[in-house]
């Protein structure tokens, strides 16, 4: 498998790495109670898959989004 080369990436694959490396919380699951498939698109524009009434936070923005959304509910691992 190769290696694309750092000055060969994309602002947008730049843009994801660097909000990947700035996550400090650990990730959260939520159950989507009206939906089994959809993607949310926050206010920051960054989106979240829901995958099997499904959706993950992996920061501090996308938790409160989901924490306050009547749509959505944490589950308990």
Same mark, same amino acid.
């Given at each position: 498998?190769?290696? %694309?080369?750092? +000055? $060969?990436?994309?602002? /947008?694959?730049? &843009?994801? *790495?660097?909000?990947?490396?700035?996550?400090?919380?650990?990730?959260? %699951?939520?159950? +989507? $109670?009206?939906?089994? /498939?959809?993607? &949310?698109? *926050?206010?920051?524009?960054?989106?979240?898959?829901?995958?099997?009434?499904?959706?993950?936070?992996?920061?501090?923005?996308?938790?409160?989004?989901?924490?306050?959304?009547?749509?959505?509910?944490?589950?308990?691992?």
């Amino acid at each position: 498998m190769s290696k %694309t080369p750092d +000055d $060969k990436l994309t602002d /947008s694959t730049a &843009l994801a *790495l660097q909000k990947t490396v700035a996550v400090t919380s650990p990730a959260r %699951t939520f159950r +989507d $109670k009206v939906y089994t /498939s959809r993607t &949310l698109i *926050l206010p920051d524009g960054t989106t979240l898959p829901v995958a099997k009434g499904r959706v993950s936070a992996f920061g501090d923005d996308q938790l409160h989004y989901l924490s306050t959304h009547p749509d959505f509910e944490p589950l308990t691992e």
